[in-house]
């Protein structure tokens, strides 16, 4: 792939992005006291929970101590109350010795999402790589999506976006009649994506704020791309003005890769950030090696305003 010296603007905007969002997940951190079956207590300490293997690790006095689900009686925020069917996701009731039915109440509680749906829109700023992408340059779209939950871990996304990219400044129309002159032109391009996306999310907060969370998603779709032209000529020889008025669009197939989070500002509202890139099919490419289709990129970086239901 040769990609365009341009896009090494961008690369360090995009390790920047993820500096800052790996900087936000270290940093948020649950704290909670640990009281254990044996009278252990582990006050104010910081933890990781472990849904598959049923275990969190408390992280105390630098030391991490590994516990089982079943070898804790109570969990409680600095507030005193008590968290634990929020941290242990309604797996395991500490009070009481066995695993309660998936029917309890208690467990349909604890299990409850802690969203069902939210709804995005903001801007975006696109720059194509690739030899497909040769001559034009980044641009501002827009765009947004619809996640919808299946458990407090996964989501399944729709997405619609518009990159408005823009021709660079050494294309411009030739006229190969010698007695036709172009006066003036307009030439732009855009591309709309529409992509449906595998989203794995992780909460910076099971106690205090599980809607705001660091997310990344992988999908499949469609780059359609329009590129608008309009110019006006003149014929020398019969001083005849002619207008150029024409559009052609053609559709590709994309794959998305991308990562982001959201910040809550209230319950309901807050704010989107991400990075992605999209790999577009562009037709046939090196017969080596058994490849036959060649790639061109777009890399985005996104910022939205977000409803949470």
Known sequence: MIVPQKSKLLLPALAFLLAVLFTLQANAKDTATFKMKTGEEYKNTTFEVNDFYKTVLLKVDGQKINVSFSDIESITDQNGQDVSAKVLGGNYHPQKEQWLSKESTEIQKAR????KAIITFGGNYSMPAGDYYDGIDAGIGFG???RIA???QFAIQLIISRSGMKLGNDIHLISYDPNVTILNEDLAIHTTRFEVAFNVFQPFSRINDPRSMFYGMVGLGAARHTTITKATAHNDVTGQTINIDDSHTNSKF????GIGATK???KTVGFDFGASMDMIGVGTGSQEYGKNVAYSYIFDLKTSAIVVF
């Open 264 to 266: 809550m500002v209230s």
């Open 112 to 115: 409850a999402k802690a969203w």
């Open 144 to 146: 947004g999506d619809l």
């Open 254 to 257: 994309a794959m998305l890769f």
């Open 150 to 152: 299946i458990n407090n």
